[in-house]
């Protein structure tokens, strides 16, 4: 397998305090990397220092065998696109926004678009189905909808890996499956590697192909979603019972919650 | 409604450009000093001995050139300074920088440095004082290289307080005459007797002009946001760095020349970006032209409202912006 991103020995925060500590992950080509781990364990630090909005203090992340860190801020926005939680509300069309995705491919003095980034926005807003909004204003269009909306313009960025910080929150469950199965679609049909935070269990069980779970910003574990979320790791990590039963349709691992009311019967 | 961006950013472009040619006519013609228009051209032309040809040529024009250049070069550093900092509230004038060049001219005004060093030294002051203001602004705000939107407003408001405090307690210890160079300062006004000054200004801010489009495509992914930009190539710690430098030479220049004039900055982009949405290759130029014209008519509204005396232009400027201001706060699309 080959490997389009590898994280090795990293320590990361902010200020002097580390919050990552000596994490290792190697991603390779085709993934759908899951973060999962408890608030506060090191999902969106990981997820920032993997873009390289945030500087190691030591370790480094190597993306096609050359380290992250000492590429431009242009550089790595060809390699690595972002999708975030959220994004200002500015008054901007969403074919407009989709298109900025070619910033990072701007000559020193491009002032304007070609028609060939025009037609990729058009092409990657038909696949994420944005294309009938793309004259409305992106502070006017609903959550999903502007979630949908950053994932095209990451696309047009043509990165080798797209990076996602809970891609589903604020969502509704509508939107969350269009949106996780979106996700799925393109990495089979791009063959698009890809990694992502995710806080709901089971829909990383569902869409991930591989987990990474994080606890006191230290990895307890990666591995397939069934190795990862047994009852056994999930107490272990986020200090919670629960029950790990089988989705009777995709025969993943699926969650069921165990309230405080109910912990007598679990005993039985 | 017009579709393609490039053509309605040329239209745009070519109604600004008319206003102003039609504002400058206008303001050529007025005055105290009946001249019509319909000689204008005549006079200009072919009369050179006439008093009405000296009237138009060293008293009229030279405003009107530095209306342009100031306005032009306020309602620049506005829209970069709003557009860097993603806050309609931001301009030269809340940032305090307005009062600290104002706080230098009084000072040396009041200590008679022109005396020793000459004229020259007024606009210099001017400048010092606002660039200094800016990097006290800046400094005091920055955390570790992060700008905090909340405390650098509240630090330039503050800072704009204590200078203008200071700026009262040397009127209040001047002289007569020292008292009246420094309301002229204060309040600001066109009326700038040094011929050089006006075409250095001019120039200064049309460089400004073409060395603030090298940052127009990374003004437009900062308004996305910080995490944003970082994410679409933009280094926006360096970008917030030029971009502030470049409006703080604006700011300062126009300062030295002109006196504080408020609300441009602020009123200008502000009505510009209601048009053209968030998108800085058309809103640079735009806010331009839109300062240069909005400066010379308040000029000329200054000059001729209660003629002969004549208002500061400072006074206009902050009336009609200062409306202008409370509309926008009350407005509903308070963000960029």
């Not at chain 2, 940032?95 to 200590?111: C, F, K, P, R």
């Not at chain 2, 090298?214 to 760095?241: H, P, Q, V, W, Y």
């Not at chain 2, 290759?281 to 331009?288: E, G, K, N, P, Q």
Request: with cysteine; proline share 3%; charged share 15%.
């Amino acid at each position: 397998m080959l490997s389009v991103m590898d994280i090795n020995n990293l320590f990361a925060g902010y200020g002097n305090k580390n919050i990552l500590k000596d994490i290792n992950i190697s991603i390779n080509n085709g993934d759908i990397l899951g973060i999962i781990g408890p608030n506060g364990s090191g999902k969106t630090t990981l997820l920032k220092t993997a873009c390289g909005i945030i500087k190691p203090t030591a370790g480094e992340v190597v993306i096609e065998s050359k380290n992250l860190y000492s590429l431009s801020v242009k550089e790595i926005a060809r390699k690595v696109a972002v999708v975030t939680q959220s994004i200002e509300p500015v008054m901007i069309t969403v074919l407009e926004y989709v298109v900025m995705g070619r910033m990072p491919y701007y000559k020193k003095f491009q002032f304007f678009e070609s028609k060939e980034d025009y037609r990729l926005a058009e092409k990657f807003m038909q696949l994420t189905d944005t294309l009938r909004i793309k004259d409305q204003y992106m502070s006017e269009i609903s959550g999903g909808e502007r979630q949908l909306a950053q994932v095209a313009r990451a696309l047009v960025q043509q990165p080798l890996i797209l990076l996602l910080d809970e891609p589903t929150s604020h969502l509704d469950i509508t939107h969350q499956i269009k949106i996780l199965d979106l996700i799925r679609r393109l990495n089979k049909e791009l063959n698009l590697t890809v990694v992502m935070v995710l806080h709901d269990l089971n829909l990383a069980a569902e869409y991930c192909t591989k987990l990474t779970m994080l606890k006191d910003g230290k990895i307890h574990l990666t591995d397939t979603p069934d190795q990862v979320l047994t009852y056994k790791t999930i107490e272990d990590v986020y200090d919670t019972i629960v029950i790990v039963e089988k989705n009777p349709l995709s025969g993943k691992p699926f969650i069921i919650p165990v309230t405080e009311e109910n912990k007598q019967l679990t005993k039985s | 409604m017009i579709k393609s961006r490039p053509s309605k950013y040329i239209l745009l472009i070519s109604v600004l450009i008319i206003l102003l040619i039609f504002v400058s006519i206008v303001s050529l013609c007025v005055g105290s000093a009946q001249i019509n228009f319909s000689n204008i051209f005549d006079i200009l032309f072919y009369q050179h001995n006439t008093w009405q040809y000296s009237v138009l040529t060293e008293i009229r024009l030279p405003r009107i050139v530095l209306g342009f250049a100031v306005g032009g070069s306020l309602g620049l550093a506005g829209a970069l300074l709003q557009g860097v900092f993603r806050n309609p509230l931001v301009e030269p004038y809340t940032l305090g920088i307005s009062g600290g060049a104002s706080l230098g001219v009084s000072l040396v005004i009041v200590l008679q440095l022109t005396s020793i060093f000459g004229l020259f030294v007024l606009p210099l002051a001017g400048f010092i004082g606002a660039i200094i203001t800016m990097f006290f602004v800046y400094f005091l705000s920055a955390k570790k290289g992060v700008l905090k939107i909340n405390s650098l407003l509240l630090t330039g408001v503050m800072i704009s307080f204590i200078s203008s405090s200071l700026v009262m307690l040397i009127m209040s210890i001047a002289k007569p005459e020292a008292l009246h160079s420094i309301i002229f300062w204060v309040m600001g006004s066109l009326a700038q007797p040094n011929n050089n000054l006006i075409l250095i200004a001019l120039i200064v801010s049309l460089i400004g002009l073409i060395i603030s489009y090298f940052f127009c495509i990374r003004l437009n992914g900062l308004a996305l946001g910080e995490d944003e930009a970082r994410n679409l190539g933009i280094n926006t710690a360096s970008t917030r760095k030029w971009v502030f430098l470049i409006a703080s030479l604006l700011t300062g220049l126009s300062v030295s020349v002109a006196g504080v004039i408020g609300f441009v900055g602020l009123v200008v982009p502000h009505m510009i970006r209601i048009y053209t949405g968030p998108d800085h290759r058309i809103l640079l130029l735009a806010s331009f032209l839109t300062g240069a014209v909005f400066l010379i008519i308040s000029d000329t509204i200054a000059r001729v409202i209660i003629s002969p005396i004549e208002l500061p232009v400072g006074v206009i400027t902050g009336i009609i912006g200062g409306i202008i201001f409370v509309y926008a706060l009350n407005r509903k699309q308070m963000r960029l």
